[in-house]
């Protein structure tokens, strides 16, 4: 695709691209910023304005002073042309709507209002075709559900690469700073129905589809850094462990927290899950994490293990229990209606796209296996590197064909770009696409959303050289079993009114399942943290 293009890709065939800006000439610099002025900030109910707070602070001991890049953009010469304001979203929707008919009959009003009958007060007739076609169309209109992260809301941009990534990657539209593709996001809640509260403790996906002149990019993420298990084959149980209880259809403690009795790795998850972190008001201030691990292989084929990061350039903002209980009867779709709003006001939305990489090397030095998706990689070993930012700056034109229709995979992959072994990871890689034929049809990827534009959507691009592996077939766990450490050095790094916003939280949950999965997940806390176990268990007796 090329940078003509701005972003400003039409999902709609080959109608005419609307609203076009002005072509705009960008340089970019990279200014380093410190980790404390990028940390994210939460927000109080007892206030009515944000009150912002560092995410992370510095322990005395050995806490981590990382620093980040921002993207900033400058014009050279003259100052760049100002993209116009966006148009009122959604016209083929109301469109739709007000049209006087859903069926090729259109014209005849009696027709279009009235069913056919014997009479005035007869019965109404089988070969009223009219009639069938409008009713058949409302009942096959809809889509089957996704399994994970139904609600969900989308919009369109573009990425520029800022720093050419040749170095590490053979991905085309990383090679030259000034490069620009169109993309498509989508932001959900993991465990939802549609009518999920947007504030609910929850984790929100963040997926980002790139329409390159070579194909499909899929980059899928989450705002929280790490899953609750580290093999796909738990994947289900875990996500089972979120939903009612299927003999009375209601919220039942016990069946998440016994769970994590039986999963002492999802204890990181578990302890960034109940900190403010897992209740958001704003979509435009979520960071992305990619989670699992990935590999890039460059020209030389060097491969390296990596980490995407989407960083919010408006700085990372989230809510405390008490406003998003607040939020969730006042306005439950308010991170939605933000984003909705924000970009139908002209103002873009933008995010810097940053990686981790890793010589896979490295491994056997490691207190912990990078191939884990329960940690993190140490920020002061494999520092964030700027690769380039994402605008986005248009809403969808039509819901149902644009933002549920699109069709996301972990294998939507082009050269450069590889899966690694994380054993979730190759659980997620072609499950996505048996979803997307059970939810879609055989041919989702024919739906415009979900191809580049010009492109041939039966092509699929493959990665990598090959390589040969051997050994002994197993099942078994990660030979690095470290599941606490990381989520006490969480907990430390959270602010005091953080801390104690996290301790409030668990001994609320807690407080109602039975006394031998609380003393199990007790001693988990107490393995993290003497603190913050000691801590939780006097507030779960008060």
Known sequence: MSSEDNGWFQLEGKSPLKNTPPKRTISHTMTPISTQASKPVTEHAAKSSTTAAASASQNENNQNTNTISSISSHTEGKSAAVPPRASKPGPLQVESFQSRSLSQWSGDLPAEQ??????????????????????????????????????????????????????????SFLQRPGQQVPVTV?????????????????????????????????????????????????????????????????????????????????????????????????????????????VWRNAQGVRRYLKYRWVPLAGEQYIDNQEAARLAGANPDIAGKDLYDTIAAGQNVEYGLYVQLMNPDDEVHLP?????????????????IPVGRMVLNRNPDNYMEQVEKVAFSPSNLLEGAELSDDKML??????????????????????????????????????????????????????????????????????????????????????????????????????????LGERVARQIKR
């Not at 076609?133 to 089957?144: D, G, P």
């Not at 609600?151 to 991905?171: I, Q």
């Not at 994947?235 to 998440?256: G, H, M, Q, V, Y």
């Open 114 to 171: 009235h069913s056919q009958t014997v009479g005035r007060r007869g019965p109404v007739l089988e070969q009223d075709n009219i009639l069938h076609e409008t009713l058949e169309t409302f009942v096959h209109e809809k889509i089957i559900e996704r399994p994970v992260h139904v609600k969900g809301f989308g919009a369109f941009g573009y990425f520029e690469t800022v720093h050419s990534m040749s170095e590490y990657t053979k991905l």
């Open 426 to 531: 190759q659980g997620r890689a072609n499950i996505y696409w048996d979803s997307q034929r059970r939810r879609i049809g055989p041919d989702f990827r024919k739906v415009p959303v979900n191809h580049q534009e010009n492109g041939w959507p039966g092509n699929l691009v493959t990665s990598g050289d090959g390589r040969y592996v051997e050994g002994h077939l197993v099942r078994s766990d990660l030979a690095k079993q470290d599941d606490f450490m990381q989520a006490g050095e969480y907990y430390m790094e959270l602010t005091p009114m953080q801390q104690d916003h996290l301790v409030d939280n668990l001994a609320g949950d807690l407080r109602g399942v039975s006394p031998a999965i609380q003393s199990t997940v007790l001693g988990y806390l107490n393995q993290a943290s003497s603190e």
């Open 186 to 294: 989508r932001f959900s809640l993991a465990v939802s129905t549609k009518g999920t509260p947007d504030t609910s403790r929850n984790v929100r996906g963040f997926a980002t589809k790139f329409y390159t002149d070579e194909g499909i990019f899929d980059l899928i993420c989450n705002h929280i850094p790490v899953f609750s298990v580290r093999d796909a084959i738990r994947f289900p149980e875990s996500i089972k462990a979120f939903l009612p209880s299927p003999t009375n259809n209601l919220i039942d403690p016990d069946r998440f927290w016994s769970f994590v009795a039986r999963a002492p790795e999802s204890m990181h998850f578990v302890v960034r899950l109940y900190s403010d972190a897992g209740t958001v008001k704003s979509l435009r201030h979520i960071p992305g994490h990619s989670v699992n691990t990935y």
């Open 368 to 384: 912990y296996d990078p191939l884990d998706d329960t940690k993190v990689w140490d920020e002061r070993r494999y520092p964030l």
